[in-house]
């Protein structure tokens, strides 16, 4: 059974930044493709970024690009979000997936429960 655990969410000013850590367990981490998502209040469930198995290909929302950064750890079983720069409008909470199937939906197969970024002064 697939686990995954996100950490590194609080409350930074804008401008400021954070990383935000996913363990997985369960499953072997390299066979899947890793994703970031995130859900403000009252919208649906918006896309991120995910990266492939290697980490060799990297894939991001046009909203993030050039300010945050997925990566991977494969021998801690981990995928990390470098947020830079962050805006008011990127508060929400954010979770990783797995089993994300690269193509223009990046579905997930899994999903964790997600911790909360808000950015505000």
């Known amino acids: 059974q697939v686990q995954l655990a996100e950490s590194g969410g609080g409350l930074v000013q804008p401008g400021g930044s954070l990383r935000l850590s996913c363990v997985m367990s369960g499953s072997t981490f390299t066979a899947h493709a890793m994703g970031w998502y995130r859900q403000a209040l009252g919208t649906e469930i918006e896309f991120v970024a995910a990266?492939?198995?290697?980490?060799?290909?990297?894939y991001y929302a046009d909203s993030v690009k050039g300010r945050f950064t997925i990566s991977r750890d494969n021998a801690k079983n981990t995928v990390y979000l470098q947020m830079n720069a962050l805006k008011p409008e990127d508060t929400a909470v954010y979770f990783c997936g797995a089993g994300v199937v690269l193509n223009s939906d990046y579905e997930y197969h899994y999903r964790g429960q997600g911790t909360q970024v808000t950015v505000s002064s």
């Open positions: 990266i492939s198995w290697s980490g060799s290909n990297t």
